[in-house]
């Protein structure tokens, strides 16, 4: 971001001025200041956190107004609507902006990313704390290894927000040792956070699905399992393309020698088989997207009625 300081005052400046490219030079400066947020939010999310806390100095900077989306309420002060709006706008991936085209309230434009993306993703904070704790060595340069550390810690309470406590962080180290179920473990909890709207994951939470996975480790192969979003397409695949999936011939792996998946597995991925023995309430029926039913038992499927379609992809903030 340019070091020129630009306030409201400035603002104000603008407009009572006599200069007839007064609103022009105006809305110039708001999109520079937009595009000069860092980070942007890109269009996974990982920097949600960050990128508001870029945006609310800004505001409280520029407009003068601390704490600006703690409220929810219309904004009186158009013109501040308008450019905070813009800030916004210009500080998001382009993916991200059909999601909010239909928000003319820059503090509805927030929430709508605020709900899609505050959600804590407990791969992605394991993924954080696995750069940590796996760093090479710092001696080799030591200026460049202590900010690498700093920004990677920083970027791991970003993830965790509000939820930074010592529950968490003993459930991130305890998790962190469970090296065997350690992928398995990660995708249950992503999937209790993906149901339960309101969960903070609690070391406790790590210990009963390690326990879990222990005991059924020789009876339920997880990772052979087939997804949830993947078991619908299964047919239309190939054997080739089944076999790059981990299947072998036989329909069984062979002891010792399967390799752990260094592939972060996303929340769609997760294990029909775990969630029909762990999670509650179920997931939505992948046939109309509504709870209470599995896809088989889908009353719009027996009718022979069509899918629909999931309403996430038209407008990412939907909750099921």
Known sequence: MSDKKFDIDDLRAALSGNDS??????QVEIDRLGEGITPRL??????FHRWSRSLNRLIERTHRVENYFGSEEKDANRERNAEIRSLIEKSIDTSLKSS????????????C?????KKLSWSHVMNLFDDIVNASEASENLAEA?????NTVTNLKSAIGSNWTDEIL???FFHHRNKKHFHEISNAMDTKVSIEKTINIRSNDILQVAQRFQRRATNL?????PSIMAASASKQQTPSRMMGQGHRPGGSNTPGRTRPSTNRIPISQQSEAWARHFLSPRFPCLHCYEWGHWAQDCPRKKAGKPATE?????NPSATL
Do not use: V
């Open 100 to 111: 909010i085209e239909d928000e003319d309230e820059a503090r509805q434009s927030f929430a």
């Open 221 to 225: 192969p997880l990772n052979n399992q």
């Open 21 to 26: 490219n007064a609103i022009l030079k105006r």
């Open 113 to 117: 990313l605020r709900r899609q993306f």
């Open 170 to 172: 003993i459930a991130i």
């Open 146 to 150: 202590y900010t690498a550390t700093k």
């Open 310 to 314: 999931d309403p996430r992809i038209k």
């Open 42 to 47: 890109t269009s996974d999310g990982l920097t």
